[in-house]
């Protein structure tokens, strides 16, 4: 079984940046996609990013691009969550998710395997 545990998470003020980690172990094929979502107070969890491992190509959701990047180390098992210009809506619990239809990683009835989150808040 897949695992993953995301970490990184903390307070941070407006501006500021913060990076996640997502550690992945247990796949059982060489092509996955590692995605992170987020679910902020009283509202429903959506998807920021997400990477595939077999082309390294990555999708970001609208009101992160330019501010959030994602990459992976060479084992391609370390995802981070690079987030910079930080604005108070970005505040929510971060979770990273895989799923093996690496297409689709960007949606969350695509992944298969969650971790636990963490949390981010962002104010001043």
């Known amino acids: 079984d897949v695992q993953l545990q995301a970490s990184g998470g903390g307070l941070v003020q407006p501006g500021g940046s913060l990076t996640l980690s997502c550690q992945a172990s247990?796949?059982?094929?060489?092509?996955?996609?590692i995605g992170w979502f987020r679910q902020a107070p009283g509202k429903e969890r959506e998807g920021v990013s997400c990477?595939?491992?077999?082309?390294?190509?990555?999708y970001y959701g609208d009101s992160v691009k330019g501010r959030f990047t994602i990459s992976s180390d060479s084992s391609k098992t370390t995802v981070y969550l690079q987030m910079s210009n930080l604005k108070p809506e970005d505040t929510g619990v971060y979770y990273c998710?895989?799923?093996?239809?690496?297409?689709?990683?960007?949606?969350?009835?695509?992944?298969?395997?969650w971790g636990k989150g963490t949390l981010v808040t962002v104010s001043s």
């Open positions: 990477i595939r491992s077999e082309d390294g190509s990555t």
């Open positions: 998710a895989s799923t093996y239809g690496s297409r689709w990683c960007h949606l969350e009835a695509a992944m298969t395997s």
């Open positions: 247990g796949f059982s094929y060489d092509e996955y996609g």
